[in-house]
């Protein structure tokens, strides 16, 4: 298993990395400092917004991985989601990134870290 960076400097080269491909990105809610859990959020225009989580595979290796899509028809529901699991674990890093082809831009995360 590799070691981790600590969250604070992860959510901080994402932020980055948004600027530097003409995006936008800021944080929602601030996590624990080393060990907090990363969402991001991805939007863009009239595009839905999808959640990407970091999720374990067998090999010990931790990509992102979309896991939740706004319904257009029901936006409020994405963000009560967002809310209860932020209530669920407060160490929670909450990134929201405005850019075009967030999972291109996921996979240059996943290729960082």
Known sequence: MRDRLPARLEVSAILRLAESQ??????????????????????????????????????????FVATKAENPENPADFSEYL???????????????????????VAQIDALT
Do not use: C, H
């Open 22 to 63: 003409g995006g936008f990105a800021t944080v929602l809610a601030k996590g624990e400092r080393d060990a907090g859990t990363i969402l991001l959020v991805t939007v863009y225009r009239d595009e839905p917004s999808r959640l990407y989580e970091r999720m374990p595979a067998l090999d010990g290796s931790r990509s």
């Open 83 to 105: 809310a209860r699991r932020r209530r669920q674990d407060p160490d929670i890093w909450l990134i929201e990134v405005d850019i075009a082809n967030s999972e291109r831009f």
